[in-house]
């Protein structure tokens, strides 16, 4: 489809702090490749974003630049069909950013949800840097700077978007016209996947993941330690599926729905050991992350290419940034020459 003004328009990006994994590929990824076919998207790498909690290591974050790219190329997101762009190289985003502090207050901030869990996991308290708290206002500048319609994410960001809704409203009525557009989440029916861990998400900062570029033998190593049903001791004692993340993990990825649901019925009805489960867990990882995995293989091979392909989406990015700066500039009065 080529780009028109009527086109619906896609933002999303992840913080480079390390690989990405299942969770976010059932959050965010799947989507993302599904919806570039008929949307503009833009997905950004959220380098400057990272830093508001790893000032201490910019060297990981800037390592991840490349490794997150490569991860979207392995899992079938097409440059020609999706920009992808650092943030960082975008200044119109820290600009808007500044304007849109004076439209939050630090009360509504602190109320947000995902950032009060975030604070609670990283034991931050009152030391919470600054750039870290007021990130919603960051969100809110990326999403509105390319006016995306559709955000495609997990659960845990509603809140950010329902902020960054907050913003653009108010943002439009100070200015008297929509020169802000609002936006949609767009969250999967799995809108959060569990850690290994059975920790309700899986996340690179709880260590509870399982990369998409892992090798067969950690996919392996991963699937063993996956938290089932501590109930569960003898084959024959019946299982429970709640909180199961062998159970969990399957509804995510395997494509044999009917065999699935047979399996659930015996686990629950006893008589179904979790070794068994575990294997088939093993068997539909390594289906589906062996061609990402290969695939990443290929991309990484010329990492020359991989940020060629980055410079270039920024660029474009940027053009688009610029053009919805200027128009919030002049609604505030800070056009002069
Ligand atoms: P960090 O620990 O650095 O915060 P993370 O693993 O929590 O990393 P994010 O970069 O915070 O991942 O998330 C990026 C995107 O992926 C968001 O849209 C988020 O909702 C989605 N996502 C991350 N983890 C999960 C998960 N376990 N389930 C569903 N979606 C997820
Ligand atoms: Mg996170």
Do not use: W
Not at 107 to 122: D, S
């Amino acid at each position: 489809m080529t780009a028109s003004t009527t086109q619906q328009i896609i933002l999303t990006g992840d913080r480079p702090t390390g690989p990405l994994h299942l969770g976010h590929f059932v959050g965010s990824l799947r989507n993302r490749v599904a919806y570039q076919h008929d949307y503009r998207q833009y997905i950004m790498l959220a380098d400057a974003q990272a830093l508001t909690d790893n000032m201490e290591d910019t060297g990981k974050v800037h390592r991840n630049v490349v490794e997150v790219a490569l991860d979207y190329l392995a899992v079938g997101i097409d440059p020609a069909k999706s920009t992808i762009f650092i943030q960082s190289q975008v200044p119109e985003l820290a600009e808007l950013t500044f304007y849109y502090l004076n439209l939050v207050t630090v009360a509504r901030l602190e109320r947000n949800p995902t950032v009060k869990e975030e604070i609670r996991l990283r034991g931050f308290e009152r030391d919470i840097p600054a750039g870290f708290l007021t990130y919603p206002a960051s969100q809110a500048a990326d999403i509105t700077a390319f006016k995306a319609h559709v955000v495609p994410v997990g659960e845990d960001q509603i809140p950010m978007i329902e902020q960054a809704n907050e913003i653009v409203r108010r943002f439009n009525r100070l200015a008297g016209r929509d020169i802000l557009v609002e936006c949609k989440a767009l969250v999967p029916e799995i809108g959060r996947l569990p850690g290994t861990d059975g920790k309700a998400k899986m996340s690179k900062s709880l260590g509870n993941t399982i990369n998409l570029g892992a090798s067969e033998a950690e996919i392996r190593a991963a699937v063993k330690m996956v938290y089932t049903d501590p109930l569960h001791l003898r084959v024959e004692d019946p299982g429970h599926l709640e909180g199961n993340v062998a159970f969990l993990y399957l509804d995510a990825f395997d494509p044999d729905k009917a065999a699935l649901a047979e399996m659930k019925a015996h686990y629950v009805r006893g008589g179904l050991g979790d070794s068994v489960v575990k294997k088939r867990l093993d068997l539909v990882l390594q289906e589906l992350l062996a061609p990402i995995r290969a695939r990443r293989e290929e991309f990484a091979k010329d990492r020359g290419q991989v940020m060629q392909m980055l410079k270039e989406g920024t660029m474009v990015a940027r053009e688009t940034a610029a053009k919805t700066l200027d128009e919030v500039r002049a609604a505030l009065g800070l056009s002069y020459f």
